[in-house]
């Protein structure tokens, strides 16, 4: 480490143990996340990451709540809290069993709870139809107030678009004999679970899909992906049953209904934190049950999270939530200055990077059209593609068709050191999305000193001044300026340097200072109404 870091360091030391003085306990937040290193995916589990790593040296207490075993976990800044094994079908009177990993290396813990003494589950709805609770919270002590039904989704990620759906060929019929419309979970769950009490057949095709939706999950984000909401949110409310915490923190719709009920069954405040939406995800075609949930959730929170004013503009416009209980807080980046300027092996040509998720609102058909332009001027550019999705087969063949198949390279999806590899190649980065919330990688590759051009219909556009931007349909925009940075050197200094310069102001340690105001607005908030009550 540099001197220069080591000094940031112990102020960084300092000013912590100040703030513990100044405001006595130490506040405990219960964070809920789909995704948290090693188990990660894309922006998600490195935004939760930074941000706990920054309340950690803030003197904020943070325990992680995971859907899944968190084998390999390597932070001592958070305490993790996942199922022991992979969550099954749960239903209200079993046993579900947890372990913990503490915060700073200790031994490791493991619980068990059944599920019946928190949840007597004694009437069921849909979670996305009922009313949304009161602002206020819950009603302290009403655990009847909790319900889960289990909806049964074709939904294979949470990023597939609806017109990637399974639609099985036999038509399915409910109890009436009425064929069920297949883009109805409610109503395909009730048809299912009817043949199944009854004894009739299923379809093949649903039976098929229906086993296979209820079979272990092959990654984060496969099979029965709202069953699997259920079964974490289950989850969730058996292991932090006994657990004393301040405020609950959920990062994305994955975690909104846990959030809402273990906010019910303990009357602490929750706070949603949206980092994308059904409409980034989807455009219009949005699928109806994720909408629900995401609604609800920031319909029941207390305050609501945005990682940018674009995202907070969609929240008010499309979920009616009102502007006064939105914050926007900006992403942030680990700067580490003994990463940068690693060289190796350079090739001769230049190289394009695109960095991230190969899906449909990453904007992955633009970036290689906009590559077969640049090559039309300069045969001497590679790019690179780095990343995986539901699009990367389709991008590989536009890119064989277009006929530069041999000058585009797919590496796949990345971790850990190969991040850092593949950014000190880079001579560009390039982010082409459709819509994006936010969007981490542009801050990663300035703080590589990679020059970056990024959508306008971003939401790091907001705070990023050295950065190109174009509208992502404009190939032709797009192309010029990726051969203007290449061709011309004084213009790609001129952005690393002033790059370089603008991302130490976007930190994480800046969000974590924004969600702490929002933590003691709400427990603060929670306290006056108590007192309103008396």
């Known amino acids: 480490m540099h001197r220069s870091e080591r000094l940031k360091f112990v102020r960084r030391r300092m000013r912590t143990k100040t703030r513990k003085k100044e405001t006595g306990a130490r506040m405990h937040v219960l964070m809920l996340g789909w995704e948290f290193p090693p188990i990660i995916t894309g922006g998600l589990g490195t935004a939760c990451a930074g941000l706990t790593r920054a309340l950690d040296r803030r003197g904020t207490k943070v325990t992680f709540v995971l859907p899944k075993a968190a084998g390999g976990h390597s932070a001592k800044h958070v305490s993790l809290l996942s199922p022991q094994n992979s969550l099954g079908p749960v239903g209200t009177h079993e046993i579900v069993e947890w372990e913990e990993l503490p915060a700073g290396g200790g031994e490791k813990t493991r619980g068990r709870g059944r599920l019946s003494e928190v949840l007597p589950s004694r009437r069921r709805a849909p979670f996305g139809a009922a009313a949304p609770p009161d602002a206020e919270g819950s009603r302290e002590g009403d655990e009847t107030s909790v319900t889960f039904l289990g909806v049964e989704s074709t939904l294979r990620n949470p990023y597939q678009r609806p017109e990637e759906f399974a639609s099985p060929l036999t038509p399915l019929r409910d109890a009436a004999g009425e064929v069920v419309d297949m883009n109805d979970p409610v109503a395909v769950r009730a048809a299912i679970a009817y043949a199944e009490q009854t004894g009739r057949p299923l379809p093949p095709e649903v039976r098929s ?15 029965d992906m709202i069953g699997q909401v259920e079964r974490y949110a289950r989850f969730c409310l058996a292991a932090t049953r006994h657990r004393a915490f301040d405020v609950i923190h959920a990062h994305d719709w994955m975690t909104y209904p846990a959030g809402i009920f273990i906010a019910q069954a303990t009357g602490k405040p929750l706070i949603v934190h949206v980092h994308s939406t059904e409409f980034d995800r989807s455009g219009e075609h949005i699928n109806q049950a994720i909408y629900d949930i995401e609604r609800r959730g920031m319909h029941g929170a207390m305050r609501v999270v945005t990682v940018s004013q674009l995202t907070k503009n969609l929240v008010v416009r499309r979920y009616g939530v009102p502007e006064h209980k939105i914050d926007v807080v900006y992403n942030g980046v680990e700067l580490e200055p003994q990463n940068v300027g690693i060289t190796g092996i350079r090739p001769k040509d230049k190289i394009v990077l695109y960095f991230g998720r190969i899906t449909y609102q990453k904007g992955p058909e633009y970036f290689v059209h906009a590559a077969r332009r640049v090559l039309e001027l300069m045969p001497d550019v590679r790019f690179v593609v780095a990343g995986s999705g539901d699009q990367a ?9 277009l006929g530069i198949g041999h000058k585009v390279l797919f590496t796949g999806f990345l971790r850990g050191d190969d ?6 190649l880079a001579d560009l980065y390039v982010m082409p999305s459709v819509s994006e919330p936010f969007g981490i990688a542009p801050l990663e590759a300035m703080s590589h000193n990679v020059p970056v051009l990024i959508s306008k219909s971003s939401g790091v556009s907001e705070v990023l001044t050295h950065a190109l931007k174009v509208d992502f349909w404009d190939i032709d925009d797009m192309a010029n300026k990726i051969v203007a940075v290449l061709k ?10 002033h790059g370089a310069f603008e991302v130490r102001g976007l930190t994480w340690d800046g969000a974590a200072e924004r969600c702490e105001q929002i933590y003691r607005a709400v427990r603060q908030e929670m306290s006056a109404r108590a007192v309103a009550r008396r």
């Open 209 to 223: 899909h229906h086993a296979e939706s209820h079979a272990p999950a092959a990654s984060d984000y496969d099979g």
């Open 393 to 401: 087969k389709r991008m590989i063949e536009l890119a064989a068709d």
């Open 419 to 424: 991040i850092t590899r593949v950014f000190n």
């Open 488 to 497: 011309y050197p004084p213009l790609r200094r001129t952005l690393q340097e």
